[in-house]
């Protein structure tokens, strides 16, 4: 017969049971996080980490059926809001695209593009003018011009006239400073920094002639980072009008959701990504040398060390207004 346990062993048997139900309960607590509330859990590990800033994104496309997956991903890498300039027009796709982010206030702001078909003579100036104001009212917050588009060089002036009546800023990546010197009442946004990363100088110049004018760092951070102090300079001295961007592309192909940095090959593993958004931070935010380049390729570059209240213009007060985010994005994880 075996002999009952003292007093003290059953003790320690009931802290053991205690303890292993409070990690349980910890792990499936912490698993909860990682899935509902990911804006909360760490990025991935790394040596570099991370300043626990909101961060919006003003360069993305999406298609409608990936934004929900697209949310929770920027927000597990400290993104809590997101730019969509892929988002169609009014009766050719805007509808469905806006239905996607609703779920997502304050979350997810939609440009419209437009209809390439019978540009650009009166009718289809007419029937594009109506779809700006058609989209304005259903909630889109732009006019994105994108490569596969009509060029800014060929659209009409009542088409900007539409956007700066209806408070729609327009983003482009060529052409987006003779836009803003041309049209000096628009609110012009530079995709991938307007042309201008490889040239410091000329954007600074741009940007002390033009204010109306916004650049995105979108896919540029790399090659302005390369110029030095002369791209710290610039960031400090305008501060005020340079946003974060990525330029990541999202695609739906089931059961799949593809997604691209730059021209290169869908992403395929975590550490690329993980490489790639902690590169962006890490150049922005610390003065570390040799700074892998953010994808394949890329070469090395010193770290910008941008002090705490300019990254927080770029990483989402600017994008915040400019988008007219109502909501604070939440910060993501350290």
Excluded: K
Excluded at 27 to 37: F, N
Excluded at 104 to 109: L, S, T
């Amino acid at each position: 017969m075996a002999r009952p346990a003292s007093p003290v062993a059953a003790a320690w048997g009931r802290i053991l049971a205690v303890a292993a139900a409070a990690l349980a309960a910890a792990l499936l607590a912490a698993a909860g996080v990682a899935r509902w509330r990911p804006e909360l859990a760490r990025l991935p590990e790394s040596p570099f980490r991370a300043l626990g800033l909101p961060r919006v994104d003003v360069e993305e496309r999406l298609t409608p059926g990936v934004v929900a997956y697209a949310v929770r991903l920027s927000r597990r890498f400290g993104i809590g809001a997101v730019a969509n300039l892929s988002g169609g027009f009014s009766g050719g796709g805007l509808e469905a695209q806006l239905a996607a982010a609703a779920p997502f206030p304050g979350r997810v702001a939609v440009f419209m593009n437009l209809d390439p078909a019978g540009c650009c003579g009166p009718e289809w100036t007419g029937r594009e003018v109506a779809r700006l104001g058609a989209g304005r009212a259903a909630g889109a917050v732009g006019l994105a011009l994108l490569p596969d588009g009509p060029a800014a060089g060929e659209l009409p002036a009542p088409l900007w006239a539409a956007c700066e009546r209806l408070g729609l800023p327009v983003a482009l990546a060529d052409g987006a400073a003779a836009l803003a010197g041309a049209r000096p009442r628009l609110a012009v946004l530079g995709l991938g920094f307007g042309g201008l990363a490889g040239d410091a100088a000329a954007a600074g110049a741009a940007l002390d002639r033009l204010p109306n004018l916004r650049l995105s760092l979108g896919g540029a951070l790399p090659r302005l980072a390369s110029q030095g102090e002369a791209a710290r300079a610039l960031l400090l001295r305008h501060s005020g009008r340079i946003l974060f961007g990525t330029g990541i592309r999202y695609q739906d192909r089931p059961p799949w959701h593809e997604l691209l940095l730059g021209e290169g090959p869908p992403v395929e593993e975590e550490a690329d990504l993980r490489r790639f958004y902690l590169g962006l931070y890490r150049i922005l935010e610390t003065r570390d040398p040799a700074i892998p380049g953010p994808t394949p390729g890329q070469p090395a570059v010193e770290g910008l060390g941008l002090p705490r209240e300019v990254l927080e213009r770029v990483y989402h007060r600017n994008g915040r207004t400019l988008l007219r985010l109502g909501a604070r994005p939440a910060a993501g994880g350290r």
